[in-house]
């Protein structure tokens, strides 16, 4: 398979369904944050200290492409879907009970923070920004809710994350 097609020449993509949309269609847009959210998470994880982090984020970035499957398909439906595409109620408690388990050993937040610290946590703090964005241009998409769900859990999860890498790396935080 060629990495061109020639076939976006024209400012046109194919979704999952075979139908073609202008590639500043709202559905494109989407899976385009999710897909530049991966790319973040993969560039924080090539700067972090905490073994743990690294690890939830290379299955976090298995799902992101979960994510932009479901994005990519107007008709999604997961009863004739790849298993591999699913995103599940599991998945989310699994970000909560990470999010748990490492917010127990954090100073209580009193104020805000800045987004800032080793160069781990600060990527992980721009993931998050872009995680946000993502999951402000899917809310508006006709998507199962779970993905809803899961983009603003893992936006609580990648803050958190930032301020375990901070703590590994002993950089204090600066409270705003």
Known sequence: MKIYTKKGDDGTTGLFDGTRVRKDDARVDAYGDVDELNAAIGAARAFLTDKSVDAALAGI??????????????????????????ITDAKIEAFEKL???????????????LPAGTQGAAMLHLARCVCRRAERKTVSLKVPPIVVIYLNRLSDLLFVMARVENKAGNDEEVDW
């Open 61 to 86: 970035q298995s799902d992101l492409f979960s994510v932009g499957a479901q994005l990519a398909d107007p008709k999604y439906d997961p009863k004739k879907r790849k298993p591999k595409t699913l």
């Open 99 to 113: 999010i748990d388990g490492w917010e127990a050993t954090l100073r209580p937040l009193k104020n805000f923070i």
